[in-house]
């Protein structure tokens, strides 16, 4: 219903990428951290800008383009890398394509695409994370230029960013009207990464944080209108949701295929696990809650590909599909029993993994606040 011959044709071009040039590497960049060329070959391959216009060196897809390539980096057991991708392409430039300026998509959008350079969005703050209008990063004008002082925590590709779009607010309070979004180059003066941050899963991306003490940009690297920053900020928030409901259905459904092929083999009082009963049932729950959150989230997918602004049922999508996913990585856990425990098999690291979503982008309690609202709750 949802995928053309094209997007199939995306799919086997992306798995054989995947196979080849990236899934040989993951377990050790578990340990090291994914080098940061691999930005150029997925640019080279045509894949950090599937939904963008030619004209900057995109590739002109719809949403589902980006759900495909989202699916392939789960099914392949990405994590921190599939996330890092992610950032890139579904977070920190989506804004820069939909609010800036043409002269601006030249220089930070085309080379984000060929993967010539590294993006990262930082909103969250030492002291603010839920709470976004809350922020303390304050960014005032001096001559024909921006003077920023804050500091940002938990930022993916922090490290690595050649630049980071900043979640902002201006020196005079003016409500949700006094925020901005800024371009800040990694070589901006006063720009530093004070540390990167040791987590329980997603191994191999960086987590910064970021330090901005007097740090300088030209007032052209306002992206949008200025004072709509936080308006800009909640539309991003619906993609960043929605890409990550659809990476967590991903990972749901790749975790439940490899716990059922493990309990046709494993036997245990001299038949399959999977032929006591409690094991098969606990299965075929998986499946089916996998299945109906994949259906709600394409729905919505298709809403918004249309341009629509679903909120609540982004929300709902979001909040569901993240706990589906730590659900079945927590049974599966249970399917493999001690094997399920142990590195060497792949649902601890999916329960790690998956874990993360039900916090970044949004927490399930923001979520539900969110979803209530829309209800007049
Ligand atoms: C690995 C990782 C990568 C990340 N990457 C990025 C990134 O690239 N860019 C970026 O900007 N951020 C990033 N984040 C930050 C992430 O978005 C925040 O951690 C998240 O939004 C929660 O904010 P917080 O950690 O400050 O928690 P807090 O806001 O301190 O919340 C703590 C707890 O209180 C609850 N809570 C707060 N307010 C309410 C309320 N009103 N009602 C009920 N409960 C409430 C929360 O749900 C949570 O359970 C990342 C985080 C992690 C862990």
Same mark, same amino acid.
């Given at each position: 219903?949802?995928?053309?011959?094209?997007?199939?044709?995306?799919?086997?071009?992306?798995?054989?990428?995947?196979?080849?040039? #990236?899934?040989?590497? %993951? /377990?050790?960049?578990?340990?090291?951290?994914? !080098?940061?060329?691999? *930005?150029?070959? *997925?640019?080279?391959?045509?894949?950090?800008?599937?939904?963008?216009? !030619?004209?900057?060196?995109?590739?002109?897809?719809?949403? *589902?383009?980006? =759900?495909?390539?989202?699916?392939?980096?789960?099914?392949?057991?990405?994590?921190?890398?599939?996330?890092?991708?992610?950032?890139?392409?579904?977070?920190?430039?989506?804004?820069?394509?939909?609010?800036?300026?043409?002269?601006?998509?030249?220089?930070?959008?085309?080379?984000?695409?060929?993967? $010539?350079?590294?993006?990262?969005?930082?909103?969250?703050?030492?002291?603010?994370?839920?709470?976004?209008?809350?922020?303390?990063?304050?960014?005032?004008?001096?001559?024909?230029?921006?003077?920023?002082?804050?500091?940002?925590?938990?930022?993916?590709?922090?490290?690595?960013?050649?630049?980071?779009?900043?979640?902002?607010? +201006?020196?005079?309070?003016?409500?949700?009207?006094?925020?901005?979004?800024?371009?800040?180059?990694?070589?901006?003066?006063?720009?530093?990464?004070?540390?990167?941050?040791?987590?329980?899963?997603?191994?191999?991306?960086?987590?910064?944080?970021?330090?901005?003490?007097?740090?300088?940009? !030209?007032?052209?690297?306002?992206?949008?209108?200025?004072?709509?920053?936080?308006?800009?900020?909640?539309?991003?928030?619906?993609?960043?949701? %929605?890409?990550?409901?659809?990476?967590?259905?991903?990972?749901?459904?790749?975790?439940?295929?490899?716990?059922?092929?493990?309990?046709?083999?494993?036997? /245990?009082?001299?038949?399959?696990?999977?032929?006591?009963?409690?094991?098969?049932?606990?299965?075929? $729950?998986?499946?089916?809650? #996998?299945?109906?959150?994949?259906?709600?989230?394409?729905?919505c997918?298709t809403r918004w590909d249309q341009g629509d602004y679903p909120?609540?049922?982004?929300?709902?999508?979001?909040?569901?599909?993240?706990? =589906?996913?730590?659900?079945?990585? $927590?049974?599966?856990?249970?399917?493999?029993?001690?094997? +399920?425990?142990?590195?060497?098999? !792949?649902?601890?690291?999916?329960?790690?993994?998956?874990?993360?979503?039900?916090?970044?982008?949004?927490? $399930?309690?923001?979520?539900?606040?969110? =979803?209530?609202?829309?209800?007049?709750?």
């Open positions: 219903m949802y995928f053309s011959d094209a997007h199939e044709e995306l799919r086997l071009h992306i798995r054989r990428f995947l196979e080849k040039e #990236v899934r040989p590497h %993951l /377990a050790e960049w578990e340990q090291t951290l994914f !080098p940061d060329s691999i *930005f150029k070959r *997925f640019g080279e391959m045509g894949l950090l800008g599937l939904r963008y216009d !030619p004209e900057y060196g995109g590739q002109g897809g719809d949403y *589902f383009s980006a =759900i495909v390539l989202e699916e392939e980096m789960a099914r392949a057991g990405c994590g921190g890398l599939g996330m890092a991708i992610a950032v890139q392409t579904e977070m920190a430039t989506p804004p820069l394509n939909k609010f800036g300026t043409p002269e601006q998509k030249r220089k930070w959008l085309a080379p984000a695409i060929s993967g $010539d350079s590294i993006a990262a969005i930082a909103m969250t703050e030492p002291d603010a994370g839920s709470d976004l209008a809350n922020i303390q990063t304050i960014a005032r004008k001096d001559g024909n230029e921006w003077v920023i002082n804050g500091r940002k925590i938990f930022i993916t590709n922090g490290a690595r960013a050649s630049w980071t779009l900043l979640v902002t607010k +201006g020196d005079r309070e003016r409500g949700h009207k006094g925020y901005n979004l800024i371009l800040v180059e990694k070589t901006s003066p006063g720009f530093s990464v004070t540390r990167t941050l040791e987590k329980l899963g997603m191994h191999s991306s960086d987590t910064a944080e970021l330090l901005f003490e007097d740090c300088r940009v !030209p007032l052209d690297n306002l992206i949008g209108e200025e004072g709509e920053g936080f308006k800009q900020l909640m539309w991003e928030l619906q993609g960043e949701r %929605l890409i990550a409901a659809c990476g967590a259905v991903a990972g749901a459904q790749k975790t439940f295929e490899y716990a059922m092929d493990y309990a046709k083999e494993r036997r /245990a009082f001299g038949k399959p696990i999977a032929e006591h009963q409690v094991i098969k049932h606990k299965l075929v $729950d998986m499946a089916t809650k #996998v299945n109906m959150i994949r259906a709600f989230v394409y729905e997918a909120v609540r049922e982004i929300s709902q999508a979001k909040l569901m599909a993240t706990q =589906i996913a730590v659900e079945v990585a $927590d049974d599966a856990i249970q399917i493999l029993g001690g094997h +399920g425990y142990m590195r060497e098999f !792949p649902v601890e690291k999916a329960w790690r993994d998956a874990r993360l979503a039900r916090i970044g982008a949004g927490t $399930d309690e923001i979520m539900k606040e969110i =979803i209530a609202k829309t209800y007049g709750l």
